[in-house]
């Protein structure tokens, strides 16, 4: 028998809305915190976040052993409540400091931190949301405006796979592989970020986390058995939705 992984604060009727919207708002303000320092976030935006209160860790639609056997339940457990949870509990800390901060060399000070644990909660928001099992459709292209795009842009669903995959794990260290929506040349493309920074070039709809606690435990230093593994829990209905999205702006 399994058990629903635990909520933090919300529902499971409510993540994908909520996540959306913050993750659009986390991602304007971390665009602008990166900035050089001339153009400092004001404190008013992060002061307005802070009252809508803290931020916290999302609900997972599916239970920590549903994407076995290619993804384990060890793996997720730990992957969704401490190192997640890490991420949120630093963002909380770097907001809050922010919004204390005296003057804007400290605010400045803290951007790094604010970016890190920022791009965490905002990288894994997505990233469990464009999992799911295979018992529910993981895994599996259906026809659809999505599909047509990887084979216009990539020449063939096989074909896109291969280029996430090889450059993903060209990633020196921790990262993420991406398949982001690029609103110029309204194309998929393949990008990748270092460390926890958000995918902020384009619209990103797949991520995969190539940090070593999403797979080591598991697949131990063999980066390419996890990157073929994990397109068997890829949920493609939601990226279609996120480019369907995309494409409308």
Known sequence: MTTRSPSASLSSSTTTTTTRTYTMSV?????RAA?????????????LAAARGLHSLPALDYSYDALEPHISRQIMELHHKKHH???VTGLNAAEASYAQAPSPRDQIRLQPALK???????????FWKNLAPASEGGGALAAGPLRDAIVADFGSVDAFKKKVNAVTASIQGSGWGWVGFNADTKKLEVVTTANQDPLLTHVPIIGIDIWEHAFYLQYHNVKADYLTAIWNVINFKEAE???VEASKQ
């Open 116 to 126: 890190f644990n920022g791009g965490g909660h905002i990288n894994h928001s997505l």
């Open 241 to 243: 939705r996120r480019f």
């Open 27 to 31: 991602l304007t303000t971390l665009a």
């Open 35 to 47: 900035c050089p320092a001339s153009r400092a976030l004001p404190r008013a935006s992060l002061s």
């Open 85 to 87: 949870q890490a991420y």
